[in-house]
């Protein structure tokens, strides 16, 4: 199993390359981890940036003194992947998260569908961000991602729209679509964007504005798919045939 991973908010080490990983970090290092003295760790931003360490020692119950010597930064890869997602009932929108950022996804969009059963307004709607964001954060931490997905702020049907419109490729999925996306034709660099709707479908009204911004409808499958596990399906499907999963 590789190593686990910790964020961190910068990598200035003392000196001799002496780190001191601390706070909540620290404390899930040292007391539920139960790291100790020569074992390897990867300390990340979360934006690409990550250190290979090794641990030398650690003080009470929260602090972790690790080796660092030199820091790395993974690129980006290409093509950029982005989910529009519809915004799902309960945990489900959590689920989706964790699932598509385990696979590779490099940006989620939450989506305000016509036909979605959760709205996020006021309060409702920061907390239903702030959870996306940080299902996100943890999920890219046991996935041993060093590059986090993006969870962007909620977008309306005009936003993602426009979204799609600047986009290489943008794929809606839908019952309609007349190609599947297995055989769709993808482009080796840009942006890849697809959008997923919620358990009642993309309406008709919104899949005519994503159709006159430059989307097409695809099929998935034969099977009726969930909106929190499409986006994920079809996130291995695009991850295996643009060969990032190679």
Known sequence: MTAPVFVVE???AGGGGRYVLDGAEGRHAVSVKRLRAGEDVILTDGAGRWADCVVLDTEGKDRLIVQMDSVAEEPE??????VVQAL???DRGELAVETMTE???DAIVPWAASRCITQWKGERGLKGLAKWRATAREAGKQSRRVRFPEVADAMTTKQVAALLAKADLAAVLHESGDEPLATAEL???GEIVLVIGPEGGVSPEELVLFTEAGARAYRLGRSVLRTSTAGTAAAALLLGRTGRWS
């Open 10 to 12: 910068h990598f200035d």
């Open 77 to 82: 890869e290409e093509p950029r992947i982005t």
């Open 88 to 90: 799902p009932k309960g």
């Open 103 to 105: 696979t590779g996804v």
């Open 187 to 189: 482009p080796e660099q």
